[in-house]
């Protein structure tokens, strides 16, 4: 027999099937790690139920669709902050970001401190990707930076590790879990259409996530941290755009 989504209504079965599908997707989510760190509220089920399908579906790492040379979008709007109101700031990037050290600690073997000059001198990757901002928007471009996955290895990834959070100059914060901070697209990315990253689009160094919408790809990282657990920083949403009403997992 066909179930209809009429004869399940009428049967009540729905109501049961939706509840009791609902239960479980949240109790094998929870069992397997994938529950994200706002699904507190009220659309909490949504949100693990979003993020746990497609943790589900894409546990073989896919990569996003990336683009040809001549499909680089010729307008790539700065979006967001695209002048951090912050001194210091101001001056190092007056001296081609000469003092700039990014600090990487937490959960790590070893702490890192690097200069620009130290990052350009990773193995790097270079990937065309299309990047989606929430507000409608969307734009091609080339990026080439070191993936996190190298950085974090050369400190060494503790066992406890489950995210990575990023502080920015411009007050703005947030995290990724280690699916996404291992991807082999997740960069710390300085160069952006093969010239070095501009002040609008987060120089010196941005994030590049690029199976999440924009706004996780953060601009002007001054400070990386990993951590076992987001919910004694800040509001325990895991970042700025959580707390401002954002998903944590954007993904796409
Ligand atoms: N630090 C910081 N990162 C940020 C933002 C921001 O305002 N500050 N805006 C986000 C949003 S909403 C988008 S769409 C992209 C825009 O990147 P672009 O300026 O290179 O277009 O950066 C994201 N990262
Ligand atoms: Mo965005």
Redesign the pocket.
């Known amino acids: 027999m066909q179930l209809t989504r009429r004869k399940l209504i009428k049967s009540g079965l729905l109501a049961s099937a939706l509840a009791c599908g609902g239960g479980i997707a949240a109790v094998l989510a929870k069992r397997y790690g994938l529950v994200p760190p706002d699904s507190g509220g009220l659309y909490g089920l949504g949100e693990t139920l979003t993020y746990a399908s497609q943790r589900i579906l894409f546990s073989h790492q896919s990569l996003a669709r990336e683009f040809s040379h001549n499909q680089i979008s010729t307008n790539?709007?700065?979006?967001?902050?695209?002048m951090p109101d912050y001194q210091p700031y101001f001056f190092s990037m007056v001296e081609g970001f000469k003092d700039w050290r990014l600090v990487i600690d937490g959960l790590l073997a070893k702490r890192l401190m690097l200069s620009l000059s130290d990052i350009k001198q990773l193995p790097s990757r270079t990937q065309i990707t299309e990047?989606i901002?929430?507000?409608g928007w969307s734009a091609i471009a080339e990026w080439t930076g070191v993936p996190l996955s190298n950085v974090l290895n050369v400190a060494g990834i503790r066992p406890e590790a489950r995210y990575v959070l990023f502080a920015?100059v411009?007050g703005?914060w947030g995290s990724i879990d280690m699916a996404d901070a291992l991807h082999p697209q997740t960069l710390l990315a300085y160069r952006m259409n093969g010239q070095d990253l501009s002040v609008?689009?987060?120089a010196p160094v941005r994030l590049r996530v690029e199976r999440q919408l924009?706004?996780k790809?953060?601009?002007?990282i001054a400070r990386i941290r990993v951590v076992d657990s987001l919910k004694a920083i800040g509001k325990g949403l895991g970042g700025s755009d959580p707390e401002a009403g954002y998903s944590w997992y954007a993904g796409i």
């Open positions: 790539f709007p700065g979006f967001g902050t695209v990047h901002c929430e507000e920015c411009d703005h609008a689009h987060g924009g706004y790809s953060l601009k002007y």
